[in-house]
C-alpha cells in the first residue's frame, strides 16, 4: 500500500528507543523526515545514526525534558510546519494507591500526561493555523482495562484516552486529525527488563523470560514496529476519515482475563 508520505515531516517525543524509535523508522521508511525528541543526548544520537544508516531522509534530533513546557515552546519555535506529531514520552510508574507516592505521582503526569496536552495545545495550534496535521498519541491499554496496580499508570492513560476522543472528534473541521494508538504488552527493552526481574524471582533464571510471557495473547508480546506501523498508517492520507478515536494493539488482550 502507497501511503503517500515521502517529503514530509515528523515530531516524535520519546523517540530515542522502544516505540517511538520504531514509529520514525516506519515514518522514515515512507520517505518522511524525522525530529526525534527525548532526554538523552547519546541515546538520540545512535538513533539518529541507525535511521540515517538505512533511509535517505533528514533526521533531526533535540534532547528536551517535555515535561518542562519552556521546551515544548522551543519546539514549535524551531520547527514550524509539522505535518504529523507523535506523542510517546513518558513512562508511569507501577503500584497501588499506597505505594506511589505524590511526589512520584505528579513527576509521571507532568511528563506523559501534561507533557502530551501541553505539545497537542502548541502544535495544534500551529497546525490549526495551516489547515493541515496529523497527531497521533500512543497511549497505553491499561486506560481502558484498570489495574489497581498500575493505578497512576491507568488514570493517566484513561484521562488521555479521553482528551484525545475530545480533541480528535471537531478536529476535523480545522483541517487536523487526532488519534490515539493503546499499545498492550510491547517487548520494549523497559518490558523485557521487568520480565527478566519477574523471571528470576519466580524462575530462578532470568533468561526463562520469555516463558512467562505464554499467557499473553499469541503466546508473544507485541513488537514495537508492529504499533510503529500503524503510526505511519494512521498519519497517511489513507487513513484520512480517522480521527477522534483510538485503536488499540494488544492481541485482545483487554477483552481476556489477567495475562500474568
Not at 21 to 43: F, K, P
Not at 64 to 85: C, F, Q, T
Not at 144 to 169: H, P
Amino acid at each position: 500500500m502507497e501511503l503517500n508520505l515521502r517529503g514530509r515531516t515528523a515530531l516524535v517525543t520519546g523517540a530515542s528507543k522502544g516505540i517511538g524509535l520504531a514509529s520514525a523508522e516506519c515514518l522514515a521508511a515512507e520517505g518522511v523526515n524525522v525530529i526525534l525528541v527525548s532526554r538523552t543526548q547519546t541515546d538520540l544520537d545512535a538513533a539518529r545514526q541507525k535511521i540515517m544508516s538505512r533511509r535517505n531522509v533528514n533526521v533531526q534530533v533535540h534532547a528536551y525534558d517535555l515535561s518542562d513546557s519552556r521546551n515544548i515552546d522551543k519546539l514549535v519555535a524551531e520547527h514550524p510546519g509539522i505535518d504529523i506529531v507523535v506523542n510517546n514520552a513518558g513512562a508511569i510508574p507501577a503500584g497501588d494507591l499506597q505505594q506511589v507516592t505524590e511526589e512520584r505521582w505528579r513527576q509521571a503526569w507532568d511528563l506523559k500526561v501534561f507533557g502530551y496536552i501541553n505539545m497537542c495545545r502548541r502544535f495544534y495550534a500551529e497546525m490549526k493555523s495551516r489547515e493541515r496535521g496529523v497527531i497521533i498519541n500512543i497511549l497505553g491499554m491499561a486506560g481502558e482495562k484498570m489495574d489497581r496496580t498500575y493505578i497512576a499508570g491507568s488514570t493517566g492513560n484513561a484521562a488521555l484516552m479521553a482528551f484525545t476522543k475530545a480533541l480528535g472528534g471537531s478536529a476535523g473541521d480545522d483541517g487536523l486529525r487526532v488519534v490515539g494508538i493503546n499499545p498492550g504488552a510491547i517487548a520494549t527493552d523497559r518490558l523485557i527488563t521487568i520480565m527478566q526481574a519477574r523471571a528470576k524471582d519466580r524462575l530462578g533464571d532470568e533468561n526463562k523470560w520469555r516463558e512467562l510471557m505464554q499467557p499473553l495473547p499469541m503466546g508473544r508480546a507485541g513488537t514495537a514496529e508492529e504499533i510503529g506501523m500503524m503510526v505511519a498508517f494512521l498519519a497517511s492520507d489513507v487513513s484520512a476519515y480517522t480521527t477522534g478515536t483510538i485503536i488499540t494493539i494488544d492481541g485482545g488482550a483487554a477483552n481476556r482475563g489477567p495475562m500474568f
